[in-house]
């Protein structure tokens, strides 16, 4: 098993449109979709949980449990401000909606490892701080909708 490290590897992209109902993006999807990954300093969330049910029975003091609902752990991405553009405040503005797209292990087509998620921004906020460090914005997403897990990036 070869091991990686996720920062130089990993693509972020923001689709505004996925016209398949599985939400698997083509190929031209994909090109045309923002490339935010250099932009982003950090990453949270983009992942299901599942709300376990426990199942207790008279027969045992062990409380067994079974899979109940999933949902989307809270999500958000937060990126470098730019001091004289307003990409992110433009093109991410609260209640958009889209596709964030997760390319674990690159885009090169048929890579496994490719992630959508269906996205309403939420909230669009500047991170003030008087510390010494780059000026920073986050973006949270509400996923509005199962994700695509696992996808291969769709080959040339």
């Keep these: 098993m070869a091991r990686f490290n996720r920062k130089g590897v990993t693509k972020i992209l923001f689709a505004d449109t996925i016209t398949d109902a599985g939400y698997m993006p083509t190929l031209a999807e994909i090109t045309g979709a923002t490339d935010y990954t250099k932009q982003i300093a950090a990453v949270d969330g983009f992942s299901l949980e599942n709300q376990e049910i426990e199942t207790p029975d ?5 409380v067994s449990k079974i899979p109940g609902d999933d949902s989307a752990s809270d999500s958000s991405l937060t990126f470098y401000e730019d001091d004289t553009t307003d990409t992110i405040e433009t093109d991410l503005a609260k209640g ?14 048929g890579t496994k490892g ?24 986050m973006v949270k997403f509400s996923i509005t909708d199962r994700p695509l897990l696992n996808a291969t990036v769709p080959a040339t």
């Design 114 to 137: 490719m992630d959508v998620h269906p996205v309403r921004v939420a909230s669009n906020s500047p991170a003030i701080t008087a510390d010494n460090e780059a000026a920073k914005i």
């Design 96 to 109: 958009t909606t889209g596709f964030v797209i997760i390319c674990r292990k690159g885009k090169t087509g």
């Design 58 to 62: 008279m027969d045992s003091t062990f």
